[in-house]
């Protein structure tokens, strides 16, 4: 048959998506899918998109017994709740991919800043890999526990890796300002969702310090070496799926248009699902153009009246954003082709 | 390798959702791409999406030689144009799918009223087969000439199929009312496509008689066994992919919701890209749930107060409505499981 | 000073345009503005945009004895709940004008039907007046309690006045699609209204029965001069505002083009919120050219192959559709210009 | 009667704005509306919102005859145009307010680097008023040309007028990040303005200097004393109406949160079209809560642990960030009460 995977969260946007990818990775089954809300139910009766895929199961609770028949889980939940799973399924000798936020952070003090609350398994948060495969190919290969990133901290590191690994830029000086569609929000109807209300919005929010920024930080102090302090301000504009990180910087001495090319294609140029785009006829990255697909599309703006760059990355928030960039770093723990399930082209027009 | 296929006029919507679902068709090569306007050009010029993909391709104009080298010839272009190229192709033994319109009627007169031209190839119409797998499959099989349907067609004869066979409805009286998506008209600008002119509307067009029902006439009266004048009036509105049909009827004597369920059933429970919905959670079709799929969802409402049913089908109109549907009838023709290339799960959300 | 109004529920979409009407009526004072949930918060709290209107003004609980005060009342509740405080603001000699469905239906029996509760004020319902100027106007300026018109009905009645009213069509053969933005279903969120399932749906409802058929049968049988029975199928579709009615019919003998012209000038002609819409540049009424008015565009499609005509009427459907034609026929009953505080035109590109 | 008013290019999304605004204008008579494509057909021709509006008026070609009949002036050209027109109206003793370019920078030497042509007018830009009221409304009182702002422009330099002028920001790093609707670019269709193509994208465009920095830098520059260079970089977003500013700065030693609300209250507190946002319930300024008005919407936030706030301005680019602005200054210069016409509130949910 192949791997045996469970997913604990299966109800949601991001799980979804991984039911979707998973019906078209060749390596996989799925053996499990788990819902409070929904259990008993079948997945069509939340996911309708599937109708003709899984067609005969249901979601079910979560039963620890049942998801350890697995090979591998992959957890999707709200803010503190896979720390109840993730330890016992470790020390059952599954791999953990876990799609929220609770070990992405490697300093236990920081969630009692970010998250409010105190860590329960700072042991854990040491042998954690952050499962960017653009950063971290080779310790996903023997991972056991991978963090996968948020949607904005992904389109804002993948916008900034180059410049900060070949130094170009200032780094006291990094504004990034991130445009997100709706779907990021999750599948939980609030009053900020609601179409009329969210239709044609370029709102700003958590504005003053999302949490997001902490593994921004995290990432990108250890590329430039030395601890960082990043602006960081989202804002929710018009659209379902797709984020844009543009970062503001300012250039160092030296450092050029030509220099930022080279550092591209340094550290981009054999990445499977990074494009760099140099315009024409598209000038600059656009969500648009990877709707649906684990693609991210990267490139710049250099402005040298100003002396300064624009570096973006363009994502699916919830593919290269989500489950897209987990099922990448899945398929890198397991030894399967890092693409597996994910080279569908994007749709367009979306 | 596999079979060669061709693909004349592939900078439009269409051709780019061929490019797109053949890039996943495991028994097909690309030889060729034309467009008269982007010649030379390479293909993610203007298909910028497709970045990754046929990466060192660029559109030809259109050479029949390199053509004739092909197996298969699909054919994406305005009204007239594909009667220059398909005989030529048909003679040197090449299958012919043809997406727009120039062969989809068998009456050579019927193009002068719909299409303001004379037909100049009326033997041609006596053979070619009209590409819908739901009502032709067998003829499909051994056909040369395709006539790919056109997307409000689809949706239209798809919804109506049902309860014209079963011999449910009152045929004098049938009203289809078509809401489709901005992707439809294609890509090329005009002021009634301009975003701002053509967001949020909800504006019927060519509402006194659209070409298409001379399609969905032809083929509705062919399984009445008698000729059929149907009320078709198709409206814009406001998302880019999706089209629906409501075929509001009057029922006959007799006809009940039982009826209709098992017309439906008898009619589609084995179509491979046939989904029927009966709620919840979703009672009705909706395009949303087949978005950058070849699935058609089908229903229907049952008013028994008033003795009437609305009759329903959902497809996305780039895909089942037009390059879905033509792999689909591509993959019969030559013999392929009827689903390869065309298995990947609707987007959702999108 | 000018006439005192208080508006019970002002925290819905209808509350808010009748606040934002309001602020530009040169006649009117409002006193009161109820909210239970919101009882206490400042106006804007819950209408931003009307942040510099209304500046010291906050919510209340509905307070009779202030709300007494005032010369006239708008209810914009759900069903049922207008019938608790009708019978005593009339008692007081208040002008009330109920946005809601309590008082729409002449038969009582009907609200067992459609609205599932028996009517405990049968006599109310003898006196009240369907608050649409075009059908009533005369009704109006002596009425005492209005039952303003719900948006869909509003559509269908205004698309099919000319042609029932001058015995053009077949009444055994009506088939009403309404196509709807998402601000129809108010300002609760819910499952269904979650932006990222909202927008870009194409979305039968109630397709079997919507309760707002039974207004549009009650009116539109008074003008047949019998009972008619019409089928009527509402879609949500992409945009916020807007109402389109499209009502597919056949013609009797005898009526063509011509007959349909005269009989929309002669209804209409003198009308001063209906407009007539025969095209180009615009062919047929589209609600993108109401935005954000008390306008309702109308026109008509004519079929003669198939001896039919599509009737169709494009409101905003918290204007005309709402708070707009609350106020219209406020206007009226007070003795005001019709046209007082709702002459702003449309807004576009909107 | 009341003031006559031209319009030179009134076919365009600002100048239909300026025909709605005027036609809710008590003291303003439109005498003459210009078009060269749509000469001799009806207003409602090209703006169909308008039926029922300007009833019996035609657009003219540009007859100067006529249009100095008039006692002002609006222009609303592409760059370079309102050059041919603007000496013999100002000669003429009428006023001048341009929406285009072509007076907005002092320096003429300014129009070779920015907008490719020399300017051939010096002298004019010496006496021109650059609108913002909020800048320049004592020498708008008895200004004869009037440089209307663009719309980026305006929501940026709105955004930052209180932090430049109260010396509370790094002014060596101002970075501003400016999302717009597809309104802004016109009323012509391109290829990018396509729905399919337009709809849902996060598009940066003139990433590295967009023409609107030029106006920025000029404005703010003359607040700061000293010259200033700013990064600026426009992305269109999913909406039709609305620009958001979102300047990213680091504060000087001693800025902090109260220091900006007491800069927000001394620059805007008598604005009668700014509006503080400091929320809840809306946090942050955000185009939806301005649809349709002339209101600009300002904030910030306050990032304590980075040391650097972001402010923000929002706009509906086509009223504060162009026909509205230009009536506002209108008004000043004619002694007017400023909000004459203006005073219709946003339309919301739109």
Known sequence: MGVRVAIIGASGYT??????ILSLHREVEVIAATSREYAGKPITHVHPHLRGFYANMRFMDVDLDKILRADAVFLSLPAGVSLQYTPRILESGLKVVDLGPDYRLKN????????GFEHPQPDLLKKVVYGMPEL?????????LIASPGCNSTAAILALIP?????????DHIAID???????????????SHHPERDNVIRPY????????AEVEQELSALAGRWLKIAFTPHAVGCIRGALATAHTWLVEGADEKAIVRAFASCYGKEPFIRIVRGPPVGYPDPKYVVGSNFADVGFAYDERVGRAAFMAAIDNLMKGAAGQAVQAFNIVM?????????TPPLKPA
Request: overall charge negative; hydrophobic content about 35%.
């Open 15 to 20: 799980g979804g998506e991984l039911l979707r």
């Open 108 to 115: 236990a003090e920081d969630y009692v800043r970010w998250y």
């Open 136 to 144: 971290h190919r080779e310790e996903l290969k023997s991972a056991e």
């Open 163 to 171: 410049a900060v690994k070949e130094k170009l830029i200032d780094l």
């Open 178 to 192: 991130v445009k997100v569609g709706s779907s990021e929000a999750g599948r939980k109807p609030t009053a900020g």
């Open 206 to 213: 958590e504005a003053s310090g999302h949490r997001h920024v």
């Open 335 to 343: 030894g399967f082709d890092e693409r597996e399930g994910l080279l």
